[in-house]
């Protein structure tokens, strides 16, 4: 009877050994275990420059808070202004875009690097430097969410153009009024780049993320018409963009946001790979 009881037991230990999960215990995607339950998520909207040599620690935060919270962070780097001006022959490059100036205009950038999280005033401030980005994204990501998201992205190779279908799941009842913007971003452009804590500053291979590249629907987004639907309706959307043979697919992502055009506050965000 005591040899029985120990083999049962063996067995049990080397199952349980077998079923070990490793860490890091990260959310990849935007749902939960549950099939049903979506998760509220963070758009941070960083402004920055090739030229600007300080601008290399907010990117350093950006890759901080996305080791940390994985893909609840969506970030967007927006270059513009003065430091992202091109200026031969160490920065040839002009990687600014029409949607990127008017966002920057319109909320009044001037300070480099500097930063808006889900376009929402924390501590008294929206436009906020990097050093309060993690403070101000917590405190979101408490939250449950109101909206629900989802891409699907495809290809066209017949006239080189990509599309992406969003669709909205409505989570809690809302009344404001609210616009959709869908964004394109790159990863891993290698380019120069400043950076004041280098000596020299000039970094020629500097690997620039998140980087803004086109809109699908301009700077402001579509108007999403919420009347008449009730908690668990979708909405669903669909945005063709002509692709620049520039940009790398397996670099691209596709961002998509809900924002109240009552104060501009972002509700929910996702984002999708093209590839």
């Not at 215990?25 to 963070?42: P, Y």
């Not at 290809?155 to 913007?181: A, D, G, R, W, Y």
């Not at 803004?212 to 629907?217: E, I, T, V």
């Amino acid at each position: 009877m005591m040899k029985v009881s120990f083999f049962f037991v063996s067995l049990l230990f080397i199952f349980i050994a077998c079923d070990k999960i490793e860490p890091p215990f990260k959310q990849q995607n935007n749902i939960t275990n549950d099939t049903n339950v979506f998760i509220q998520k963070v758009l941070i909207e960083d402004f920055t420059g090739h030229r600007c040599g300080n601008c290399p620690r907010a990117h350093e935060k950006l890759r901080d808070l996305k080791n940390v919270y994985g893909s609840k962070i969506v970030a967007i780097s927006i270059h513009s202004g003065f430091f992202a001006m091109p200026l031969p022959p160490s920065y040839p490059a002009d990687y600014r875009t029409p949607e990127g100036d008017e966002i920057t205009n319109t909320f009044g950038i001037t300070q480099y690097p500097s930063g808006m999280v889900n376009r929402k005033i924390y501590n008294g401030n929206l436009i906020m430097s990097h050093d309060s980005w993690a403070e101000a994204a917590n405190a979101i990501l408490q939250q449950q969410p109101s909206i629900g998201m989802s891409i699907q992205n495809s290809f066209q190779q017949s006239n080189n153009t990509i599309t992406s279908i969003v669709t909205l799941t409505l989570l809690q009842e809302l009344s404001v009024p609210m616009k959709l913007c869908i964004f394109l971003t790159e990863d891993s452009i290698i380019s120069p780049q400043t950076d004041y804590s280098l000596n020299p500053n000039l970094i020629p291979n500097y690997v620039h993320m998140h980087m803004l590249r086109k809109s699908f629907n301009g700077a402001w987004g579509t108007e999403i018409n919420l009347t008449n639907k009730n908690i668990g309706d979708t909405i669903k959307r669909s945005f063709s963009l002509p692709w620049n043979n520039n940009w790398k697919k397996q670099h691209a992502h596709v961002i998509a946001f809900v924002y109240n055009t009552d104060n501009n506050e972002v509700i929910q965000v996702e984002e999708k790979s093209v590839e």
